[in-house]
């Protein structure tokens, strides 16, 4: 069974930091890069950001850059988010993705999602 279990979302003060976990499942985690995607009230989906798990290559969007780390243990099967510096505007539904290759995050957008994530609420007051 082909699975990607996202999970540490929460509310979090302006300021603060989560860290969210992508665990993969029922397929070659190597093979794939993952990346996050992101769905905030009234806005359309974006990239946010995506590590290739073969060579480590990453990219991040510009709102995120200096805030966001992205990581990836692939003894584990797992990809972290460390998130610092939450702003509001980062409130949205976080979802992790499989793809073919790491791209910037715009042309996140436009490749095929091989698997998706379950989703994660994350939430940050003002």
């Known amino acids: 069974d082909v699975q990607l279990q996202a999970s540490g979302g929460g509310l979090v003060q302006a300021g603060g930091s989560l860290r969210l976990s992508c665990a993969a499942s029922?397929?070659?985690?190597?093979?794939?890069?993952i990346g996050w995607f992101r769905q905030a009230p009234g806005k359309e989906r974006e990239g946010v950001l995506c590590?290739?798990?073969?060579?480590?290559?990453?990219y991040y969007a510009d709102s995120v850059k200096g805030r966001f780390t992205i990581s990836s243990d692939n003894a584990k099967d797992t990809v972290y988010l460390q998130m610092n510096s939450l702003k509001p505007e980062d409130t949205a539904v976080y979802y992790c993705?499989?793809?073919?290759?790491?791209?910037?995050?715009?042309?996140?957008?436009?490749?095929?999602?091989?698997?998706w994530g379950q989703g994660t609420q994350v939430t940050v007051s003002s």
């Open positions: 993705a499989a793809q073919a290759r790491c791209s910037t995050p715009q042309a996140m957008g436009v490749m095929i999602v091989e698997y």
């Open positions: 029922g397929f070659t985690f190597d093979d794939y890069a």
């Open positions: 590590i290739s798990s073969s060579d480590g290559t990453t």
